[in-house]
């Protein structure tokens, strides 16, 4: 392929996420030339159909037990369900990106290109800062668990969240002036692509990336990389001092403190944050090295595995709160034992409609042979 022809993104391995580093292939003819692996392909195909589906329903698991159920009572879980959201949001996104794969062209029409890029940029930056912001949360609930009740307040956790949404939908709208639904006549399709014929453009999208790259993938990582290990040291320090002859008093007499409610979901907030770093960390840190002049990217193999680690962790959410949370895995079980029961009382419901009918029926086949009788 040649630089000045239209290159197609898919060519390059970039359709399944335009945060994948797009500014530094799009400018590198070795990566137009060279495309993903067909391995790879083939696992990015089938693997987004079959992740993406299950990890948005459980993300709507997530968001109802955060909002329906006991536990949406402390501030953190207003943050956590914002999170299901932008989570269910992002995989939406990037599913139907991978849609094309099946030659179901929705992603290249008109409006819904801009659409999902849109959210393609938008989502994952709402993921990183909602749980930096329920990092920042139990933060302060563990260093000041006297004062948290007053400082982390419900009502301030949804004006954060409304804050975010709509500094994203602000911050992210040139998404939608830079990619359009472009027809290729020379290959006859409609690819969904990047302006990139006018220099002016490109160049303007080389500065909004690279500030895009150090407010979205930079300072959330690296404020939620020092608050957890800071978390996770109060933590430590206080299941140490525990062990006191006063500690195992006020235990053996069921007294809690405000720190001990606090320390109970310490662990969901320190692993859900470990996992987010260490999974988004690699495509993360290859955004970061786009501010160095000299950068030369990834091969697209690698960039679609990087990727594809933070569709992974917007799915494995659920896992990490049902394992880490006593409380949120009852809840589960809860739901799950309602639709089961749900699902039973229909089947007997209509096994009993169906003995009624059956009863109906014979009752009228005795009335008629009866009268048969008579005559």
């Not at 659920?318 to 079980?333: D, K, N, P, V």
């Amino acid at each position: 392929m040649a630089f000045n022809d239209a290159p197609v993104l898919s060519d390059i391995g970039l359709t399944n996420d335009t945060e994948s580093n797009v500014t530094g292939a799009m400018f590198h003819h070795n990566m137009m030339v060279r495309g993903p692996s067909a391995q790879v392909l083939e696992f990015k195909k089938y693997a987004y159909v079959i992740t993406n589906p299950v990890g948005i329903i459980c993300n709507m698991f997530v968001f109802y037990i955060f909002t329906r159920t006991k536990l949406k009572r402390p501030s953190t879980a207003r943050y956590l369900a914002a999170t299901a959201i932008a989570d269910s949001g992002f995989l939406l996104a990037s599913m139907m990106i991978n849609l094309s794969e099946f030659n179901i062209t929705v992603y290249h029409r008109i409006g819904i290109c801009q659409l999902v890029t849109f959210g393609q940029h938008a989502f994952p930056f709402l993921i990183r800062w909602y749980l930096c912001c329920a990092v920042v949360d139990k933060f302060i609930g563990v260093n000041w668990p006297r004062k948290k009740p007053k400082m982390c307040t419900v009502f301030r956790a949804k004006c954060v969240v409304i804050s975010l949404a709509i500094m994203a939908i602000v911050c992210y709208l040139y998404v939608t002036w830079f990619f359009y639904a472009n027809h290729y006549k020379s290959i006859g399709i409609v690819q969904c692509t990047l302006a990139w014929d006018d220099i002016k453009v490109l160049r303007s999208w080389l500065i909004l990336t690279k500030m895009d790259a150090v407010v979205n993938f930079g300072l959330p990582y690296i404020l939620m990389l020092i608050l957890t290990c800071l978390i996770a040291v109060r933590s430590w320090k206080y299941h140490r001092n525990s062990m006191s002859a006063g500690e195992r008093f006020l235990r053996r007499r069921g007294a809690s403190t405000p720190e001990d409610k606090e320390l109970k979901t310490t662990p969901l907030i320190i692993v859900t944050a470990s996992v987010s770093i260490i999974l988004c960390a690699p495509n993360s840190v290859q955004r970061l090295r786009e501010l160095d002049p000299t950068f030369t990217p990834s091969s697209p193999d690698a960039q679609m595995i990087m990727v594809y680690f933070e569709v992974l962790n917007s799915c494995l959410r659920i896992l990490i709160y049902t394992f880490c949370s006593h409380r949120f895995a009852r809840q589960m079980g809860k739901i799950c034992t309602c639709l089961c029961r749900k699902r039973n009382v229909k089947r007997d419901n209509s096994a009993l409609n169906m003995t009624e009918i059956d009863r109906a029926s014979t009752i009228r086949k005795d009335i008629e042979t009866a009268s048969e009788r008579n005559v």
